[in-house]
């Protein structure tokens, strides 16, 4: 069970818009820690996709962008393209009594239809 | 350009120890910290620890307290992470990854992964 909540999968057609959804808690997300965005295909190692909420490195197109209020915090695709088709992971730091560290999402599996 | 380069694949017994490498280029190594994460098949990313490549100070996931332990090598830019007492449930693809920022994240670059398999 992660700490960060997001649905198991999304979907969309070509084209369309799709948003992902971390949800956190007052040790995390609503402490005030920012949280980062991560793509995954299959085989291949993560990348970091978004960082500090809504920022984007170098080279991710701005389809992409991310958003965070309260305990939680959103990815949204725009014009929707086959290349996105991967699995997506949030990510922030919990601060609590049994510990702190890194924490992410379960992962959502994104479907391009 | 920055560069993550692990060890190869393991296959270790129950109960055996395992140490996994990830030697860093294309960077000042003791100006970044240093994540191991797991993901075990089919399953999603466990964050294990972070190490201070610098001076070496480590902070574990109260998960794996006991049982991993993570080390620096600032002559050869390499940091290693050894888990003991390997059981199934161990079998996954470990990763280190850069910390861009103070050990909160994110993390900016990866190594390839590292297959490690538990079977007697």
């Known amino acids: 069970q992660s700490v960060l909540t997001q649905p198991p999968s999304v979907s969309g057609a070509p084209g369309q818009r799709v948003t992902i959804s971390c949800t956190g808690s007052s040790s995390n997300i609503g402490a005030g820690y920012d949280v980062h965005w991560y793509h995954q295909l299959p085989g291949t190692a993560p990348k970091l996709l978004m960082y500090?909420?809504?920022n984007r490195p170098s080279g991710v197109p701005d389809r992409f962008s991310g958003s965070k209020s309260g305990t939680s915090a959103s990815l949204a695709i725009t014009g929707l393209q086959a290349e996105d088709e991967a699995d997506y992971y949030c990510q922030s730091y919990d601060s609590s009594l049994s510990g702190s560290g890194v924490v992410f999402g379960g992962g959502t599996k994104l479907t391009v239809l | 350009q920055v560069q993550l380069v692990q060890s190869g694949a393991e296959v270790k017994k129950p109960g055996a120890s395992v140490k996994v490498s990830c030697k860093a280029s294309g960077y000042t190594f003791t100006s970044y910290y240093m994540h191991w994460v797991r993901q075990a098949p089919g399953q999603g990313l466990e964050w294990m620890g972070i190490?201070?490549?610098?001076?070496?100070?480590?902070s574990y996931a109260q998960k794996f307290q006991g049982r991993v332990t993570m080390t620096s090598d600032t002559s050869t830019s390499t940091v290693y992470m050894e888990l003991s007492s390997l059981r199934s449930e161990d079998t996954a693809v470990y990763y280190c990854?850069?910390?861009?920022?103070?050990?909160?994240?994110?993390?900016?670059?990866w190594g390839q992964g590292t297959l490690v398999t538990v079977s007697s």
């Open positions: 500090g909420n809504n």
């Open positions: 190490i201070n490549t610098s001076t070496g100070y480590t």
């Open positions: 990854a850069r910390d861009h920022g103070y050990s909160y994240g994110p993390l900016d670059y």
